[in-house]
Structure formats: structure tokens, C-alpha cells
């Protein structure tokens, strides 16, 4: 029974018309066929994947890997440590696969051109928006959506006025005559008249928060906010004020980021008023610490470069304007930009480039990056220490570190892990500290012909107790100034360590200038 079906199978290949036989030799053949195409699709497959192994592997080993990206402006991963903890954990191998995979020869030159790639099949119209990341709209606050009905209001014709009213301002209206205006409703009118990015609408797509809007012909990255309590700022510079000397001055001033003027009214749902968080922390403060508006000021200048486009800063013209409202509020001399000596730095693509994801639009519209030379500065001596403040040189306040064209904004004294110490030829006997994040880097320059010394400190990096450090130095005047970020954020927590550290700690100023 077994071996019938061998029979009958036999039976079959013999039958007289030799059908099977013809059928047969068919599917051997298309089998033959099938499997010789794809014995010759293996073979150039393995022609061409093998070399291309072959030369990614040597690539990756041979040629000199990258050990900082430009782009992304940070140090990539160094080669891990070995230990057996660390190998028996797993830690080490993964350190090696992220240290082979971060330092790719050429890197930058590769995302260049991967984002170049990608960016050949984006389609843009004049003005547009691209989203990188997870946005999501935020919660206005009860005062932000109450001042926007309100708005919406004023805007409504007033028909329940009576005959007697719309006499009595008509009165009012003629009575009123170019004697009576005032310079604060000129400037009002004048602010009223700058132009308002915020109430323009952008089409947008969304891509991978950034957002990329295209305004004037030109690519702007700009960072969303999305609110915070500020409690540790006010906290900080509450606490500071208990413990300092009356008659030294704080004052506080808070730059907005440039979504405050620039994001699209379309969408103003992913971003918050930055303003009415400036003036809650105003209203928190001890009366002790006066708080500079800077953001109302911005507002009249948006139409000019004041914030950097391609990167996350602002730009030396917004740091002026601000720097000007701060000596208003300290009473110090102030000069007129007219007299400072522009710099231009040309083809300048900075942090947004990165932060975008490497948005081609970004890196394909370079912008200027102009800063100004105070006519004071050859007699400015600029002294370096390291952030526990011992003396390391003296030497230039503005600086060109590492390729101008990607490090801008590196041109004031180099950096933020350091303390520097400004010395000018104003003798007024008032000296400055400006504690700060990056954004303050701008600020210094335009302080120079305005007070006999700054000092300039990192809120992230300073290693004194500021208390001491104020006292020592004989220091008259602090200015606390940050981006909105900073105050909002995890900076801020900085700012209460600052106060506490190293307290009762000796403070020595070891450089003594020659005389």
C-alpha cells in the first residue's frame, strides 16, 4: 500500500501522449529560469553591497572622527571609560554604540547634505510656517482671554450712545489742541503705528517647539512659550534684597523671546503673552528691586534686526534698546548707538539651524550679524577668571572664537563658564554686576561707557557665594537679566544656590593692575 502512489505517479509520467512529460519540462524550466535571475540578482547585489560595507566600515574606522558638531553646538560623546561594573552592566557597550554613532567622520557635512536631500522635495509658498516637535496649545490665562474679549469690544460700533454723549466728546475732541499732547502719547502713537507680526496670519505645515515661519522673504526660527510661576526668580531676588545693603540698587529686566512679536496670528493658540508674566513677577518683587520693561520697548523696533532669525538669541540691536531702558532706570550716562563702531559678521547660521531639526530654509538664508564697538573701548581693560573667580588673563572682550560664521554670537568674551571683569575710564564710582544667562552676553558692551566697572556672571556657572562676592567687590548696582526661558525655568533654581554657596568663603581679586 505504501508504494502506490509511486506507482501511480510512475503510471502518469508514462502515459502515451507524453502530456505530463511536456508539463514537466515546463515548470523545470520556468524553475530553472526563476532560480538563475535570482542567483544573478544575488551576485550583483553582493557586487554592490559587499564594496559599499567594505567602504562604510573603513569610513567609520579609518577617517578621522568628528569631536564637535557645529551645527548642533555641543561637544559629541566621548569614548566611554572601561570598567567591569560598566561592562557587566551593560553601560559600556552602550556607550560605545552611542560614541561610534555620534562621532561619524564629517558629520556636519553629512546632515548638511542629508537635510539638503530632503529639503529638495519641500514645496513653500511666500509665507509659511514648518512645526519641529510636539507642540500643543497652552492655556491662556483668565486676564489674557478677558484683555482679548475686551479688545474685541472696543472694536464693536457703540450704538447704545446717547445724543448728549456723542455732543459732549465732540466738546472734548475740539477742545484738545497739539499743545496739550504729551511725549509719552507721541511715543504711545508711535508704538501704536510699528508694525504687528502677531496679527498676521502664515500658512504652516507640519514637519517633526520650533516653528519655522517665513516672513519678508526670509526664514525665522522662532521657540513657543509656554508659561511657568517664576516662584523661584522671585524668590531668589526677594531673598537676595533681604540680605543686601539698602543703598545697593537690583533692579530686573527679563528679555522675551522673539515668539513674543513674531509668531503668526494663526498660530497664537501653541504660544502665551510673555508680558503678562513679566508683570506678575514686577508685581511679586519687593519694592527694593526695580523691574525694567523691556518688552514694551521691543515692541516699537520689530520692523528692525533686534532678534537673530536664524538663531535662538537676540540680536546687539534689540540688547541695546533694552540696555537703554536699564539706564534710564539706573541713572547713568548712556550713549547714542551714532557713536558706537559697527562690526558686520556675514553668512551667520546659528542655533536654529539645530533646534529646527536642520530646517534646509534656515540654513540656506544666512543672515548679518552686526555689533557695536563702544568709542570708549581702547581704553577698556577686560580681565578673565575661572567661575570660582581666580585670575586667569586679561585680554579682548570681543572675540573670535571658532568659525564666525556658525559662532556669532561667541564674539562677546568668548563664552558663559567664566567671570569676567570689565574696567572702563568712567570714574562715577558705580560698578555693576550683570548676572546672567547667554542672552545678557549681548548686554555688557553697551554698559562701558555707563559704569567704572562690570562684572559679568553665569547664573548656571558661578561658584561664589553673590552675597560676599557683592560686598567684596564694592558692588552698587546688580542687574538680573535673562530670557524668559530662564526666568520661567530651571535656571532659575540657580539663583537661590548662588546665594546660599560657599558661604563666609574668603574672596580674593587676584589680579592687581598695574598701576
Known sequence: MENRPEKLENLKAARPDGSENNTSNKKDFNSYKRSSVSRFSSMISILIVLPAFAFFTLFMWFFPKSDKSEIEKRNLTSFPTFSAESYFSGEFTRGVNTWFTDTTPYRDDMKNAGNSFKGTFGISTEDTVNV???????????????????KSEESKPQESKTEESKAEESKNEESKTEESKTEESKAEESSESSRDYTQEEADYTVE????????DGHYRGLEMFGGGTGNAYVEALNTLRSKLDDKVKMYSMIAPLASEYYTPSNYSDYTLNQKEYFDDIAARLDKGITSVDIDSVLAKHVEEPIYCRTDHHWMPLGAYYACQEFAKAAGVDFKELSTYKPEKIEGFVGTMYAFSGGDINIKNDPEDFIYYVPDNYSEVKTDFYDTSFNY???????????????????????GDEQVVKVRTNVKNGRKLIVIKDSYGNAEPGFYMNSFEEIYIVDMRYFNVNLVDFINKMG??????????????????????????QNEGQEIIDGYKPEE
Not at 530662564?486 to 544656590?497: C, E, H, I, P
Request: proline residues 3%; charged residues 15%.
Open 132 to 150: 519641529v516637535g510636539n507642540l500643543k496649545k497652552v492655556n491662556k490665562k483668565p486676564n489674557a482671554q478677558k484683555n482679548e474679549n475686551s
Open 208 to 215: 517633526n517647539g520650533v516653528i519655522v515661519v517665513k516672513q
Open 475 to 500: 558692588i552698587t548696582d546688580v542687574l538680573f537679566t535673562m530670557v524668559t526661558y530662564s526666568a520661567f525655568g530651571g535656571n532659575a533654581d540657580n539663583l537661590m544656590t548662588l546665594i546660599t
Open 392 to 414: 586667569d588673563y586679561t585680554g579682548s572682550y570681543f572675540k573670535q572664537v571658532g568659525d564666525p560664521q556658525s559662532n556669532a554670537y561667541l564674539t562677546f568674551f568668548g
